[in-house]
């Protein structure tokens, strides 16, 4: 990773966009209908490092080579990190190509290297991600303390936040019934059956683009990971970065995990698998194959 990708909260806050002309127009844009408050400044103001108090982001936009090294070095000096359009060299950050669905942002970025690459990315995944996405995040904030206190033990949240995202209350969500979302969400948390764990069978001797993506999927949602010595690094690579990771477990082991509840991930390189997995299946232990060969 060469960049770390990070998301500033605008509400409360100032931006600077300096300059004029079509740039600095597409910057703006960029900001219509959110809660920050956006400063425009002129070419002289941008070379003062005063205009830039209290701001959370300044933005340069010029044609000017030297003016645009100024005026960013003024952000610098106001102590405000700066992003000079069309100029990675300039930039303490780069701004990325991004997907906007309300409380659901994705971003696409390239380091400045390849911004036509950033956008045709996005244009994909723009088309995976449906336009009431933002509303089954504002759902699940505005219940977060209800989840948390019913549910106080993370796994068993996540289990049953996973559970909901495909539920009643997400497709109420989707349909702008934010009210009935609350209610079948809740009645979920409440009178739902118990989250029952599970442990999902990975065949992890990689390279990675030749899992299924349901199997990327089990990846990024398991608890925890029980790997052969051998697992290949690039299919690690896609779990959760939190996922707990382990090698060496029995099978007594695995049904402990499955018992309080937690997902599994048990990535394999042998046949052995499915020795273990008769021994689970039989002790009653949910289990689950993704596609693996030999």
Request: aromatic share 4%; net charge negative.
């Amino acid at each position: 990773m060469d960049a770390f990708p990070a998301f500033f909260p605008l509400a409360g806050r100032t931006l600077a966009i300096a300059g004029e002309g079509e740039a600095a127009e597409a910057k703006a844009r960029l900001f219509e209908g959110s809660p920050a408050t956006v400063v425009r400044l002129s070419t002289a103001e941008a070379l003062d490092p005063g205009s830039y108090a209290g701001m959370t982001l300044a933005f340069i936009a010029g044609e000017d080579d030297a003016w645009a090294r100024d005026a960013a070095e003024a952000a610098r000096r106001a102590g405000v990190p700066v992003n000079v359009v069309d100029r990675p060299a300039l930039c303490d950050f780069t701004t990325p190509a991004v997907i906007d669905r309300g409380e659901v942002v994705a971003a696409i970025g390239t380091g400045g290297a390849s911004p036509m690459l950033a956008t045709m990315l996005r244009h994909d995944i723009e088309a995976r991600v449906p336009e009431g996405a933002g509303r089954i995040a504002a759902l699940f904030r505005t219940m977060a303390e209800e989840i948390r206190a019913v549910l106080p033990e993370a796994h068993a949240r996540r289990r049953f936040l996973r559970a909901a995202l495909t539920g009643p209350a997400a497709e109420s969500a989707m349909a702008g019934d934010m009210q009935g979302a609350r209610e079948r969400l809740r009645a979920a948390l409440f009178e739902g059956p118990q989250l029952r764990g599970v442990v999902r069978y990975i065949d992890a001797r990689g390279p990675a683009d030749l899992l299924t993506l349901r199997a990327a999927r089990a990846l990024a949602a398991a608890d925890v990971l029980v790997c052969d010595p051998d697992a290949h690094a690039d299919v690690l690579a896609l779990a959760r970065r939190d996922a707990e990771r382990v090698h060496d477990r029995s099978v007594a082991d695995l049904a402990d995990l499955a018992a309080e509840g937690l997902t599994v991930a048990r990535l394999v390189t042998t046949p052995a698998w499915r020795t273990e997995r008769a021994a689970l299946d039989a002790s009653g232990v949910a289990t689950d194959v993704l596609p693996i060969a030999g």
